[in-house]
């Protein structure tokens, strides 16, 4: 199957068609197989970032990633405040650092 996705996209002589283009080609191709992720790729939003930063705290542990708005808030930059952050970012900053526990 992914050969015939590559033949299909590709058969085009300007191979070098942006993101968008290529992704609505293949949403026409392939209707059935497209699927959006809407909370597990990037979240929670710039909007919502007293999920990340604040004392409100989220369940994060079915996502991909998360941006971390690093202008938006305080991003730890040593073990000792990671230790110390209460907040999402600190959870997951303690996971990455520490591994599950």
């Not at 699927?35 to 989220?58: A, I, N």
């Not at 941006?67 to 930059?77: A, D, I, L, S, T």
């Amino acid at each position: 199957m992914q050969s015939v996705v590559w033949v299909l996209l590709n058969r085009n002589p300007k191979r070098n068609l942006n993101s968008m283009a290529r992704r609505c080609r293949m949403l026409e191709l392939f209707p059935a197989l497209a699927h959006v992720e809407d909370r597990t790729l990037v979240y929670p939003p710039w909007t919502e970032l007293e999920m990340m930063f604040g004392s409100q705290s989220y369940d994060w542990s079915g996502q991909y990633s998360c941006h971390v708005w690093y202008r938006h808030g305080n991003v730890p930059e040593t073990p000792e405040t990671i230790a110390r952050l209460k907040s999402t970012l600190g959870q997951m900053m303690r996971y990455i650092y520490n591994g599950p526990r």
